[in-house]
Nanobody, 118 residues
Framework: QVQLVESGGGLVQSGGSLRLSCAASRSLYTIYAIGWYRQAPGKQREMVATLLSSGTPTYSNLAKGRFTISRDTDKDTVHLQMNSLTPEDTAVYYC????????????WGQGTQVTVSS
């Protein structure tokens, strides 16, 4: 099992930055993949960025050039640094983990709200 606890959401003005954190209950080296999804009101959930246990990142087009995913393996924590935020980034951001190679993320955090004002 993997428990995930997100933090760092909040309200920010357009053009601002936020850093999200996700603390995992076990070593990141034992989790096949971990990352961030988001869901805006009335929209489908979408992938933002993910990180393999090897440290290899994957970014969606919406994140490229603005967001950076990183990890602290000493604290088993994954971060999402978000810059140049726009109101379109307003969503609930979820941390998710694929505990072993499954093809889908099987553990999810409770989500953290990010609101970007214009």
């Amino acid at each position: 099992q993997v428990q995930l606890v997100e933090s760092g959401g909040g309200l920010v003005q357009s053009g601002g930055s936020l850093r999200l954190s996700c603390a995992a209950s076990r070593s990141l080296y034992t989790i096949y993949a971990i990352g961030w999804y988001r869901q805006a009101p009335g929209k489908q959930r979408e992938m933002v960025a993910t990180l393999l246990s090897s440290g290899t990142p994957t970014y969606s087009n919406l994140a490229k050039g603005r967001f950076t995913i990183s990890r602290d393996t000493d604290k088993d924590t994954v971060h999402l640094q978000m810059n140049s935020l726009t109101p379109e980034d307003t969503a609930v951001y979820y941390c998710a983990a694929e505990s072993k190679r499954l093809g889908w993320f099987n553990y999810w955090g409770q989500g953290t709200q990010v609101t970007v004002s214009s």
